[in-house]
Nanobody
Framework: QVQLVESGGGLVQAGGSLRLSCAAS????????MGWFRQAPGKERYFVAR????????YYSDSVKGRFIISRDNAKNTVDLQMNSLKPEDTAVYYC????????????????WGQGTQVTVSS
């Protein structure tokens, strides 16, 4: 079965950086676009970034564009999210997902999720 395991979250001061990683198993990793989403308490899961199967195309939400970088290593079945210049509003649980539907910016386009990793940015 498909398993996704996120790691790398933590507590960081505003302006700092974190690197999240998602390890995937149970699927042909290079066959899928991968995405990162985040969910704050009481809110829906929102799109952050996605990367095409071989990394040639990346897409970001306006709120993270220029600060976050998504990358993948198909040899290791991992997708990373480098987060720079973090802001308190970036605080959320971050999830990686496998795109199985059309589109790519809605959580409903994704069929598999990890357990999430908490990112907390203090002001």
């Amino acid at each position: 079965q498909v398993q996704l395991v996120e790691s790398g979250g933590g507590l960081v001061q505003a302006g700092g950086s974190l690197r999240l990683s998602c390890a995937a198993s149970g699927l042909i990793f290079s066959s899928y676009t991968m995405g990162w989403f985040r969910q704050a308490p009481g809110k829906e899961r929102y799109f952050v970034a996605r990367i095409s199967r071989f990394g040639g195309n990346t897409y970001y939400s306006d709120s993270v564009k220029g600060r976050f970088i998504i990358s993948r290593d198909n040899a290791k079945n991992t997708v990373d999210l480098q987060m720079n210049s973090l802001k308190p509003e970036d605080t959320a649980v971050y999830y990686c997902g496998v795109l199985t539907g059309l589109g790519g910016s809605s959580q409903y386009d994704y069929n598999y999720w990890g357990q999430g990793t908490q990112v907390t940015v203090s002001s």
